[in-house]
């Protein structure tokens, strides 16, 4: 069964950059760039930031940046502000056509 | 503008099932997926499967097969997710999302909807 495994929490100060990492085991992962991202605030739905690894919808600050390198992607939040504070999660095709997300990441800003 | 808007909020007792609907607008309905996705109380998202509304053809995650049934009825927009067999473990937000164009990204979502397992 394929998992994505997310630091459970990062912190940074206002300004600061910041990175949260997501570590896939299946080869689908490695192969297929169809990595996303989604920041999540307390109670409400879930929003799209990233998809198909570096790509950002419109709309969402470039402040937000991601990339993926073998088994490992990675999410960079520049400049960060409290509106950043919330979760993230990546998210990615699986195996046999199903997707998976990470554990999530709860982002601080100090 | 695509807008997803889900059934209200479900009390069930443990064994019963429940069946939570996603009415679309704003776009062609049967062009893209529609995924469904939960979140526990205090837990991460997870994802449970999805349903071409064009075909009906659906995928389940392996932890959800025979207790999940994905069917989407094209004339009123709506797809459904009927989950069976609840336990306390299934009290969750349920959220149905829309494909940005293909490919397993979810970009519309809709409000969610709280099921609540409870004897």
């Known amino acids: 069964q394929s998992a994505l495994t997310q630091p459970a929490s990062v912190s940074g100060s206002p300004g600061q950059s910041i990175t949260i990492s997501c570590t896939g085991t299946?080869?689908?992962?490695?192969?297929?760039?169809?990595v996303s991202w989604y920041q999540q605030h307390p109670g409400k739905a879930p929003k799209l930031i990233i998809y198909?690894?570096?790509k950002r919808p419109s709309g969402v600050s470039n402040r937000f940046s991601a990339s993926k390198s073998g088994n490992t992607a990675s999410l960079t939040i520049s400049g960060l502000q409290a509106e950043d504070e919330a979760d993230y999660y990546c998210?990615?095709?699986?195996?046999?056509?199903?997707?998976?997300f990470g554990g999530g990441t709860k982002v601080t800003v100090l | 503008q695509v807008q997803l808007v889900q059934s209200g909020p479900e009390v069930k007792k443990p064994g019963a099932s429940v069946k939570v609907s996603c009415k679309a607008s704003g776009y062609t309905f049967a062009g893209y997926d529609m995924h469904w996705v939960r979140q526990a109380p205090g837990q991460g998202l997870e994802w449970m499967g999805q349903i071409n509304p064009d075909s009906g053809a659906t995928k389940y995650a392996q932890k959800f097969q025979g207790r999940v049934t994905m069917t989407r009825d094209t004339s009123i927009s709506t797809a459904h997710m009927e989950l069976s067999r609840l336990t306390s473990d299934d009290t969750a937000v349920y959220y149905c999302a829309r494909e940005m164009y293909s490919g397993g990204v979810c970009y519309f979502w809709g409000q969610g909807t709280l099921v609540t397992v409870s004897s």
């Open positions: 198909e690894v570096t």
């Open positions: 998210y990615s095709y699986a195996t046999s056509s199903t997707w998976v």
């Open positions: 299946s080869s689908e992962f490695e192969t297929y760039n169809l």
